[in-house]
Nanobody
Framework: QVQVVESGGGLVQPGGSLRLSCAAS????????MGWYRQAPGKQRELVAV???????NYAGSVKGRFTISRDNAKNTVYLQMNSLKAEDTAAYYC?????????WGQGTQVTVSS
C-alpha cells in the first residue's frame, strides 16, 4: 500500500508565501511521478505542477514564475513553493503519486489567500 500525506496549507495574505509538502510512503519504487492539483469551489480540478523522477517539470500557465515544484527522492517527498500568492490561488490542494502499481492521492490541504 501507498500512503500520501500533504501538509503546509493555511491562511495567508495576498502576496505571501506557503510551502506545501507531500510525503509518500509504502511499497513504492523510485520510478514514480508526483504532482500537485487544486480544486476551488465551483471549479474543475486542475493540474498545478508535476515533476518526474528525472526532474522534468510542468506548470499550469497561471502559476509559472510564482510556484516551484521540487522533490527529494531520498525522503520520497515533493514540495510546492508558492510565492506571490493571489486570491485566485485559494483552493484545496491535492498531492498525486503516479507509480507503476497505481495512482494515489492525498487527502488534500486547504490554501486560503485572503486579506
Amino acid at each position: 500500500q501507498v500512503q500520501v500525506v500533504e501538509s503546509g496549507g493555511g491562511l495567508v495574505q495576498p502576496g505571501g508565501s506557503l510551502r506545501l509538502s507531500c510525503a509518500a510512503s509504502g511499497s513504492i519504487s523510485s520510478g514514480y511521478a508526483m504532482g500537485w492539483y487544486r480544486q476551488a469551489p465551483g471549479k474543475q480540478r486542475e493540474l498545478v505542477a508535476v515533476i518526474t523522477t528525472t526532474g522534468r517539470t510542468n506548470y499550469a500557465g497561471s502559476v509559472k514564475g510564482r510556484f516551484t515544484i521540487s522533490r527529494d527522492n531520498a525522503k520520497n517527498t515533493v514540495y510546492l513553493q508558492m510565492n506571490s500568492l493571489k486570491a485566485e490561488d485559494t483552493a484545496a490542494y491535492y498531492c498525486n503519486v503516479a507509480a507503476a502499481i497505481g495512482v494515489y492521492w492525498g487527502q488534500g490541504t486547504q490554501v486560503t489567500v485572503s486579506s
